[in-house]
């Protein structure tokens, strides 16, 4: 009976603590909408979470939708998420941008990440990404995306690749893809750059493929292959 009693005790206890560390906790939540009759419209939310020791997160998200008499489209989503340690200076924001645009039968879409941060744990954070699309309803793509960042050692990477699809008025089709990659470590003159370009030709049945490597301008790979579709 003792022990029950104890059991019971320590779980009354244990249930206690969590209720007044929940009671510490500091949450809100805020929406607003602003809608028009053409299918316009503007969201934000904004939700912010305060642990008991003053440490806050904040989520804000904002959606931009502009429909144009032309028919045109055009569609921007902001996020952001904010870390604040109470106290500390370092706040750190993580920030995202997707737009999207129709126009003329055309997609065009953007796509861009952010981290800007202050010190957090010893580290500091550079990082972008672009990214860049365009695709019509006959089938032609042209894909433009770029990747930087910088490491805390001060390294700094770029990555670039672009995409294009081409579909000609007989059917065939080419495609090319090329990239590029530049590592650049910082002071020590010796950065290096490494491309990449893959073909891909597709006519009256027959599919040519090719693909070349440089490292620092040298070809250290090429090959070309033909084969039946």
């Known amino acids: 009976m003792k022990i029950q009693t104890l059991l019971l005790a320590s779980v009354a206890m244990l249930a206690q603590a969590g209720m007044a560390h929940a009671a510490t906790?500091?949450?809100?939540?805020?929406?607003?909408?602003?809608?028009?009759?053409?299918?316009?419209?503007?969201?934000?939310?904004?939700?912010t979470k305060?642990?008991?020791?003053?440490?806050?997160?904040?989520?804000?998200?904002?959606?931009?939708?502009?429909?144009?008499?032309?028919?045109?489209?055009?569609?921007?989503?902001?996020?952001?998420?904010?870390?604040?340690?109470?106290?500390?200076?370092n706040k750190h924001v993580v920030e995202t941008v997707d737009t999207s645009k129709i126009s003329d039968g055309k997609l065009v879409a953007t796509h861009e990440k952010k981290v800007d941060g202050k010190t957090v744990a010893g580290v500091k954070d550079k990082y972008k990404s672009t990214t860049k699309v365009s695709e019509d309803a006959t089938g032609n793509y042209d894909e433009n995306t770029k990747v930087s960042t910088v490491s805390p050692t001060g390294t700094?990477?770029?990555?670039?690749?672009?995409?294009?699809?081409?579909?000609?008025n007989d059917g065939s089709i080419d495609k090319a893809t090329t990239t590029k990659e530049v590592d650049d470590p910082k002071g020590l003159g010796n950065k290096t750059t490494t491309t990449s370009a893959n073909t891909q030709n597709i006519s009256d049945g027959v599919v040519t493929n090719g693909q070349e490597i440089k490292v620092d301008g040298k070809v250290v790979e090429s090959q070309k292959t033909v084969t039946p579709q």
């Not at 949450?27 to 607003?32: A, L, N």
């Open 50 to 89: 305060t642990d008991q020791t003053g440490n806050s997160v904040t989520l804000e998200k904002k959606v931009d939708v502009d429909v144009g008499k032309d028919g045109t489209y055009n569609a921007k989503t902001d996020t952001k998420q904010i870390n604040d340690p109470k106290g500390l200076l």
């Open 25 to 47: 906790e500091k949450y809100e939540s805020k929406t607003t909408v602003v809608k028009k009759d053409d299918g316009s419209y503007e969201r934000k939310d904004v939700t």
């Open 156 to 168: 700094k990477t770029t990555y670039e690749k672009k995409a294009v699809v081409d579909v000609h």
